[in-house]
């Protein structure tokens, strides 16, 4: 089994920063993709930020150049750090990862929890 495990969520005032992690756990041969999502309530979920395993990234133009995504490889771990928040950033930030299980596995697809970002004053 795998799973992620995100944290960093918070109330935070209109400006500020945050950084959000995501872990993998589990029985994990390799990830490739690890994407962050959010979604705000009575809103479909969106696409925010992803990286391949070799460090290439891509943005949701509303987050580009505020938010800046990253991993550890040998920790199965994708972070986001978030900088000059907006209330409209407020939402929850779901992480998903691509990953194989074994050498000769196939790719499937993980979702974390969650964890509520609000921007606030």
């Known amino acids: 089994q795998v799973q992620l495990v995100e944290s960093g969520g918070g109330l935070v005032q209109p400006g500020g920063s945050l950084r959000l992690s995501c872990a993998a756990s589990?029985?994990?041969?390799?990830?490739?993709?690890m994407t962050w999502y959010r979604q705000a309530p009575g809103q479909q979920r969106d696409f925010v930020a992803t990286?391949?395993?070799?460090?290439?990234?891509n943005y949701a133009d509303s987050v580009r150049g505020r938010f800046t995504i990253s991993r550890d490889n040998a920790k199965n771990t994708v972070y986001l750090q978030m900088n000059s928040l907006k209330p409209e950033d407020t939402a929850a930030y779901y992480c998903h990862a691509e990953v194989k299980r074994s050498p000769g596995g196939m790719w499937a697809d993980y979702w974390g929890q969650g964890t509520q970002v609000t921007v606030s004053s």
């Open positions: 589990g029985s994990i041969f390799s990830t490739n993709f």
């Open positions: 990286i391949t395993s070799g460090g290439s990234t």
